[in-house]
Each structure stands twice: as C-alpha cells, then as structure tokens.
C-alpha cells in the first residue's frame, strides 16, 4: 500500500497532530474505517503533514 497525503501543510507539529485525532476520533463516531497507520511528517521546508494508509 502507498501512503496517501493530507492536502495542507501546517506550521506546527502541534496543528498537524490534532488532525490526527481527529481523523482517529471522526472514525470511530461516524463509523467510518480507521486507517492502518497515521503519521505527521515534517517536509523539507520545515512544515508538519500528515499522511496515513488506508
């Protein structure tokens, strides 16, 4: 499987982590299947991403 990218890039690992949870706890309220794997990663520019596997 390949990674799949969320489409913004954030300033802080702070922003890119509550995304995070969000996607964990969207999820899990409205049913909807949990990725594999949910990560932030940090670009070459310095701002914070997140990718996951479906």
């Given at each position: 499987?390949k990674?799949?990218?969320?489409?913004?890039?954030?300033?802080?690992?702070?922003?890119?982590?509550?995304?995070?949870?969000?996607?964990?706890?969207?999820?899990?309220?409205f049913?909807?299947?949990?990725?594999?794997?949910?990560?932030?990663?940090?670009?070459?520019?310095?701002?914070?991403g997140?990718?996951?596997?479906?």
């Amino acid at each position: 499987m390949k990674w799949i990218y969320w489409s913004r890039l954030y300033d802080s690992k702070f922003q890119a982590g509550c995304l995070v949870q969000r996607m964990e706890h969207d999820s899990w309220v409205f049913g909807v299947d949990v990725p594999q794997e949910i990560e932030v990663f940090r670009s070459r520019r310095g701002k914070y991403g997140v990718r996951y596997l479906p």
